[in-house]
């Protein structure tokens, strides 16, 4: 589904309300040809830009939080024979 979020593609935009109706008059992304003002093709921009953030955002939460668990799994199979980790994440 990112994927199909972030890709310059025919944008499918349901739904009812304000934020709706705004985001249907966007072009599906900044550089799209077509007659579009300035502030719309900024629109997409930042809506895109929110877009990646949120993605990245989720994915290095997401691997962090897999990549330190999967550190905290070693630690304990080995005891207190392997390195220890400060409350903040450090290497001490």
Do not use: N
Not at 20 to 44: C, D, H, I, N
Not at 75 to 89: C, D, F, I, P
């Amino acid at each position: 589904m990112r994927d199909r979020l972030l890709a310059p593609s025919a944008a499918v935009k349901t739904g009812s309300g304000v934020l709706a109706a705004q985001l249907s008059k966007l072009p599906a992304y900044v550089f799209e040809s077509g007659k579009f003002t300035l502030g719309q093709r900024a629109g997409a921009g930042l809506y895109k830009g929110t877009l990646f953030g949120a993605c990245g955002f989720v994915g290095s939460v997401g691997g962090t939080s897999l990549a330190y668990g999967i550190f905290m799994a070693r630690q304990a199979a080995l005891g207190e024979q392997g390195t220890k980790v400060s409350s903040h994440g450090k290497f001490l």
